[in-house]
């Protein structure tokens, strides 16, 4: 007997089968294993993940690896070592994952270690609960074996010095003073797991947190339909519980561009005049291995890694 909440499953991989002609975003043929990362940063990432989904690992293992390039890379700085500071110029980190299974972990205001995605994994693993936050994330990271580091680099500490002069919090669409690496992958087992990790908006005020570490607004999986995961301004994708979102409509039936799309759309409808200055954008992989991408302002890209190698696209924009 076919229950109801196996006929909306159906019926949303079935609509996602049809050809894309009539959707607005650009959609794409699906295939496994397949992983899909934000930003330039995410072809990196992608390699280190695509080792681990090309020789049959899982999914969860393969977005923290891929999260885990950025993160440790110094010259990337959005993420990790080398993030731009905090407007005290303190790097503060956020990071969370989910699974298959639905289990899902998150540190927020994590202060000196280099993989927060590797201590949200443990929280996931080894608490009885989703998020730790600040000093108590740092205690939880330091008793499991992380070491304490320096995370703020020469070059950060320099552009933070210079931001100093002015003091103006602008965030600036697409330069790196943000840009998370959000990473969502489908196994060859057909298992769908999602990471994402970033220091946030560059001289934010201490103590933000933005949607990067928030299950259901920088990221969601639901093994059953798909995963989603979002980069730019954070207070707008907290705001429509972003990649749940993206998640419920793939649920209704959209392909994942569509479900991109119509997430954005959502921002732009609830403010319009913002939505013109900020950056958005999601990132979505259904369980086919169908992906889209969508988002406010020209310049989000996004890196697709199949059998067919690795690629990196540029994001539709609705400006
Ligand atoms: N979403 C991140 C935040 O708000 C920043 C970004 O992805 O650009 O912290």
């Known amino acids: 007997m076919t229950t109801r909440r196996k006929f909306i499953q159906l019926s949303a991989l079935g609509a996602s089968l049809l050809p894309f002609g ?15 990362s934000t930003w330039n940063f995410g072809l990196q990432a992608n390699v280190d993940a695509w080792k681990i989904l090309s020789s049959g690992g899982r999914a969860l293992d393969a977005v923290e690896a891929g999260a885990r390039v950025p993160e440790g890379d110094p010259k990337e700085t959005s993420v ?24 899902c972990g998150s540190v927020a ?33 330091l008793a499991n074996g992380f070491k304490k580091e320096k995370l703020l680099t020469k070059e950060s500490e320099k552009a933070w010095k210079e931001w100093l002069k002015k003091s103006e919090y602008k965030p600036v669409a697409n330069i790196e003073n943000h840009d998370t690496i959000g990473i969502i992958a489908l196994d060859a087992q057909g298992n769908l797991s999602g990471a994402c990790t970033t220091s946030g908006m560059a001289y934010k005020m201490r103590g933000r947190v933005g949607d990067s570490p928030i299950i259901g607004a920088g990221l969601y999986v639901d093994n059953e339909i798909g995963a989603a995961t979002s980069t730019g301004v954070g207070e707008e994708v907290i705001r429509i519980v972003g990649c749940h979102l993206v998640v419920e409509l793939m649920r209704q039936g959209n392909s994942p561009a569509d479900a991109c799309r119509l997430a954005v ?41 199949t059998n067919d190698g690795n690629k990196l696209y540029d994001g539709v924009s609705h400006f």
């Not at 990790?80 to 289990?103: Q, S």
């Not at 202060?111 to 740092?138: C, F, Q």
């Open 80 to 103: 990790g070592l080398g993030g731009l500071p905090d407007r005290e110029g303190k790097v503060t980190l956020d990071a969370c994952i989910m699974d298959e299974h639905g289990n």
């Open 109 to 141: 205001f994590l202060e000196h270690i280099v993989h927060p995605i590797s201590v949200a994994r443990k929280v996931m693993e080894k608490t009885p609960h989703v998020m730790l936050v600040g000093d108590g994330a740092l205690q939880f990271a």
């Open 22 to 36: 009539k959707s607005f975003a650009k959609g794409h043929e699906g295939q496994k294993p397949i992983v899909l």
């Open 265 to 305: 759309e959502r921002i732009l409808k609830k403010n319009p005049e913002k939505a013109k200055q900020v950056q958005v954008g999601f990132l979505a992989l259904n369980k086919n291995g169908e992906y889209g991408a969508y988002c406010l302002q020209k310049g989000f890209t996004y890196a697709v890694h």
